[in-house]
């Protein structure tokens, strides 16, 4: 069958589209931007479906069921603690899944999967757009795929496309640019450059050498680094990460990021996801110098430790004394995830030539709290451990970590502590590491 005519077949309303779907089925909308059409109509068959678990590795759109009230109807397990959802985790209204994003989710057998793509090409296939994940893995794992195909979507060089064939039901959909969602919330998530990231940006540009393959993780922390110019300056450096802030396409564009000492995928600029304005957007649009893969290639710790001078740059919610890190809860509240931070500590630990470093603010909650903290609450989930722990950035220096033993960390991570709480951890340390 041709699939022009495959695909007028399997065309639906999405009100049709997921009819498919049945009380008690395990429902995954893939990572990225969720469909909103079809998610919609999900949503409207409240009252007559049961025991929906719904499975949402990045929720970022509200359609309802983060209320109290749908407990009954829908069942709702997160992989990342987005902002939209603090409110339900704070209240245990709603499941965390263990890993990557929210990946692991797919080990348990999958009834549907939701997913966003472009119109097909002259061949048939369709591409994921602007982030490819591991979309292409719950396709082929679920028993139902519904596919919600918006127009604006881009194509891009990499593995980032899908068969007309994989689908099992399309819809046809183009939403605003922006759609209604707790934006109130949401700018918490994505704010604008605060004061003392410039201090960390200033003390993490040391780090940082002509050459070097970087990643940056998402985070408020992070995010922002690219506009702060830390990296105008330098030369030839790579790009492999998770995701990609849209400022380093334009620094690609002006010949920053080259990828020319890259140990693999030389000259490529490779991620799972790209962010940033349309501009940037229309810039990467089968550009073969911009790649796109599935996260489990991009943060397998084996294809980040090819690469030689490896640089992975994440942000956390807390460190220890002995370099602990956590970027997903302090105590058992869950605020984050873990994200690619792990694969990447690993992948930069066994890079030659490669560094892992932490971004940290010192205080949260107007400067009433050390993010550098003696002990742990109980309850905190240790992101990264100490064993993989290199350097630790604040605003007011760079606590160097690897190799150190107990009480050489605790001195260098009091040295970048705020002011304030200096003494106090000093107390602590000597309380637990000395005699």
């Known amino acids: 069958m041709d699939w022009r005519e495959e695909y007028r077949k399997k065309l639906l309303s999405p009100e049709e589209a997921v009819k498919g779907i049945k009380s008690g089925d395990r429902v995954f909308f893939t990572p990225g931007r969720q469909p909103w059409a079809l998610g919609l109509a999900l949503a409207a068959r409240k009252e007559e479906l049961r025991g929906i678990k719904v499975l949402l590795p990045t929720p970022d759109r509200d359609f309802g069921w983060y209320d109290r009230g749908w407990e009954e109807s829908f069942e709702i397990i997160v992989g990342f603690g987005m902002p939209i959802v603090w409110e339900m985790m704070a209240d245990r209204r709603c499941d965390m899944a263990v890993g990557a994003v929210g990946m692991d989710m797919a080990e348990e057998a999958l009834d549907v999967v939701l997913v966003e793509i472009s119109n097909p090409d002259e061949h048939g296939f369709c591409s994921f757009g602007q982030s490819v994940w591991n979309k292409k893995e719950m396709i082929q794992a679920a028993r139902l795929v519904l596919a919600e195909v918006n127009s604006r979507l881009i194509r891009t060089y990499g593995t980032n496309y899908v068969h007309v064939s994989e689908i099992d039901c399309f819809v046809e959909h183009t939403p ?32 940082i050498k002509d050459g070097d393959t970087l990643e940056i993780g998402v985070g408020t922390t992070t995010e922002p680094l690219p506009q702060l110019g830390i990296f105008d300056n330098k030369q030839d450096l790579g790009w492999h990460s998770e995701h990609t802030p849209g400022k380093v396409i334009e620094l690609a564009r002006e010949g920053v990021f080259t990828g020319k000492y890259k140990t693999i995928n030389q000259g490529k600029v490779v991620a799972t996801a790209f962010g940033g304005s349309r501009e940037d957007l229309e810039y990467v649009q089968m550009n073969p110098t911009f790649e796109l893969h599935s996260v489990n290639y991009v943060n397998d710790p084996r294809t980040i430790s ?41 992948g930069a630990a066994f890079s030659k030539g490669g560094r892992c470093i932490t971004l940290l603010p010192t205080t949260a909650k107007g400067g009433i709290i050390s993010r550098i903290m003696a002990m742990f609450e109980p309850g905190t989930a240790i992101t990264v451990p100490r064993s993989l722990a290199d350097f630790v950035v604040t605003e007011y220096g760079i606590a160097s970590l690897r190799g150190k033993t107990q009480r050489q960390r605790a001195e260098e ?13 000093r107390k602590e340390a000597q309380k637990l590491y000395w005699p």
Request: charged share 20%; glycine share 10%; no cysteine.
């Open 176 to 207: 605003s640019e922006r759609l209604p969602g707790r934006a109130d919330l949401r700018g918490k998530w994505v704010s604008e450059p605060r004061e003392e990231l410039k201090n960390i940006a200033e003390y993490l540009s040391t780090i």
């Open 413 to 425: 991570m009091i040295s970048v502590a705020h002011p304030d709480f200096r003494a106090e951890l």
């Open 306 to 346: 090819a690469h030689e001078n490896m640089v992975a740059i994440n942000n956390a919610l807390g460190v220890d004394l002995t370099g602990q890190i956590t970027a997903e809860s302090i105590g058992p509240r869950m605020l984050g995830g873990t994200g690619g931070q792990l694969s990447f500590a690993s």
